[in-house]
């Protein structure tokens, strides 16, 4: 309960200072298919408010919202914070110019995973920046706003050691309903199909330093959510908003074992298990029958697995070692004896990847699609800022810190939007890889949907003449 104490001697030295203030916080403006409700963002509002309960908080999500910058300068913050990832990040350097530019006397923060990788380049574009975890940090930064006392220009967050005391995020601040309403990001499952559907984060940290993941360099613990704090957020969700289905985000859901049992034992206590479905992530090492049979009881109607690659070579590198492919398939068959879905996420275009090892995971993936795993999906490997793969491409000439463009660095399975760290095979080749699995992928899923028309299709046409052998192992398999 150490935040919780801490807020609450804040929220006792502020109360002598009548005076109100305005906070806004803001994602800029970013054209996507789907959102999911900021979680982290509405958080720190939720912080905000508890510490300081005469203060005006107003939360501007650029994914469900336009013209975010009016919207700030009309609500005229003393206190404007913006959280952004790298893809977004010069969109977010335009907004604080543009707010400082406009109404001068605005206090200017950014934080997020991008400014703590950047904290220096973030600094050109802002009055503070706050490095990792936010929720104490913020709220001080606040206290010194009210105090007329100097803030840090660059402040590292303190990791929230209990994050049971942190309290439930502001979704009354937020739109919930274009949250809700939108079937995009997730993956569109025949098992994961109740609506409307959330995605929840009920932890922080990671154990593993996989190359390519933005969590590999941040040295905090990885700390969990109580099972209790977890059924009163998911009763809160379904009251409040009718939530049928959860995903829960975490990078690895099924890793604490005591939690995860413990949930199971609540989620059917509570008659939760009645009243909506849930799917999670997990590495295919943490499955085990024991766990399958008790998530599967619990309402759980799919397991998200990061597989990467089949090619042994590929596979050992990208999860440095810890996982073989026999882990995986291992890991799908439990699942699917325990009549739990699969999906599987794929990456293709490591250091060094030849099209031979490219084509060794689609044909693994093929040969699975009958053996367990539901659906999979697929993009290009992004060098993510302060990554291994990031210090790859900079060491081998791909992009310089001066030229990079952030633009570039998200999902994407289009090779000439992406930066290419794999040099074994043209961008061509890469293309024309990508395309034929993507296409097949799309002809999968007609298939399995038993939707005749696809026959009359320019892809089913293409496949029938280009790729003759390959449309006849996939139609033979399902």
Request: proline share 5%.
């Amino acid at each position: 309960m150490q935040l919780c104490a801490w807020i609450m001697v804040t929220a006792e030295l502020t109360t002598t200072q009548p005076r109100s203030i305005k906070v806004a916080l803001a994602i800029p403006e970013m054209v996507l298919n789907s959102a999911s409700p900021p979680m982290g963002v509405a958080i720190l509002a939720a912080c905000l408010r508890k510490a300081f309960p005469f203060a005006v908080i107003q939360i501007f999500d650029g994914a469900v919202e336009r013209e975010v910058l009016q919207r700030i300068l009309q609500f005229q913050p003393d206190l404007l914070g913006v959280s952004a990832m790298t893809i977004q990040a010069m969109s977010a350097y335009k907004l604080l110019d543009d707010v400082k530019s406009s109404q001068p006397g605005i206090i200017t923060a950014i934080g997020g995973v991008h400014a703590s990788a950047f904290p220096e380049e973030a600094g050109k574009h802002a009055d503070v920046v706050i490095v990792g975890e936010g929720e104490e940090t913020l709220v001080d930064v606040v206290n010194r706003l009210l105090s007329n006392r100097s803030i840090p220009h660059i402040i590292n967050g303190e990791a929230v050691a209990d994050l049971d005391s942190l309290p439930f995020p502001a979704f009354d601040l937020l739109h919930m309903q274009k949250y809700l309403s939108d079937k995009g990001y997730v993956p569109a499952l025949s098992r994961f199909n109740r609506f409307p559907l959330i995605r929840v984060i009920t932890s922080r940290g990671c154990a593993w330093r996989c190359p390519f993941c933005t969590n590999s360099t941040r040295a905090v613990p990885v700390r969990y959510h109580s099972a209790g704090y977890i059924i009163r957020l998911l009763q809160l969700l379904i009251q409040k908003y009718g939530v049928k289905s959860v995903w829960f985000y975490d990078d690895e859901f099924l890793a604490n074992r005591k939690r995860l049992m413990e949930l199971v034992e609540k989620l059917e206590s509570s008659g939760l298990t009645k009243q909506l479905i849930w799917a999670c992530q997990a590495r295919a090492t943490s499955i085990t029958q024991e766990v399958a049979t008790a998530i599967k009881s619990a309402g759980c109607v799919c397991v998200f697995f990061g597989i990467e690659s089949a090619a042994p070579r590929i596979l050992k590198y990208l999860k440095c070692g810890t996982v073989t492919i026999q882990n995986v398939e291992s890991a799908i068959s439990i699942c699917h004896n325990a009549g739990i879905a699969v999906f599987g996420s794929f990456i293709f275009g490591s250091p060094t990847e030849s099209l031979q090892e490219m084509k060794e995971t689609w044909d693994w993936i093929l040969r699975h699609r009958h053996e367990g795993l539901t659906d999979f999906g697929f993009g290009i490997l992004t060098p993510y800022p302060d990554t291994e793969i990031y210090n790859y491409a900079l060491d081998h000439n791909i992009f310089s810190s001066a030229t990079v463009d952030y633009s570039r660095l998200g999902p994407t399975r289009n090779p000439y939007e992406a930066y290419l760290v794999d040099e074994a095979i043209s961008a061509k080749e890469f293309a024309t890889f990508l395309v034929t699995c993507s296409r097949f992928s799309w002809l999968i899923n007609q298939f399995q949907r038993r939707n005749i028309q696809v026959v009359f299709s320019r892809t089913f046409l293409w496949a029938l003449f280009k790729h003759p052998h390959e449309l006849s192992k996939i139609w033979n398999r399902l």
